[in-house]
């Protein structure tokens, strides 16, 4: 079973930045995809950032630029590095994994239907 624990949010006034930390466990192989989605109250989940095992990224348009999504195998940990953060990025971020067996090679998905485990979220509010 693959459990995901997500820390490193917190309020941050425009402009700022925050590191997002995701730390998993329960993979038996290298084969899946990780991700970070948010959602803000009253707005549909969106997908912001996902990484293959082969370390391909893909990111929504209004990230691009800004968000840094990794990953550290050996400490198996996913990280969202977030900078120049607008008040539109205040929302609940969720970290989540495909199950293994998922060698996806063109963009990682980001459509949450494609993700079977999830984390409880961290908050991250940016004040204007």
């Known amino acids: 079973q693959v459990q995901l624990v997500e820390s490193g949010g917190g309020s941050v006034q425009a402009g700022g930045s925050l590191r997002l930390s995701c730390a998993y466990s329960g993979h038996s192989n290298g084969g899946y995809c990780m991700a970070w989605f948010r959602q803000a109250p009253g707005k549909e989940r969106e997908g912001v950032a996902s990484i293959s095992s082969y370390g391909r990224t893909n990111y929504v348009s209004s990230v691009k630029g800004r968000f840094t999504i990794s990953k550290d195998n050996a400490k198996n940990t996913l990280y969202l590095q977030m900078n120049s953060l607008k008040a539109e990025d205040s929302a609940m971020y969720y970290c989540?994994?495909?199950?293994?067996?998922?060698?996806?090679?063109?963009?990682?998905?980001?459509?949450?239907?494609?993700?079977?485990?999830w984390g409880q979220g961290t908050q991250v509010t940016v004040s204007s």
């Open positions: 989540a994994s495909t199950g293994d067996g998922v060698w996806w090679v063109g963009p990682p998905p980001l459509l949450g239907y494609q993700y079977n485990y």
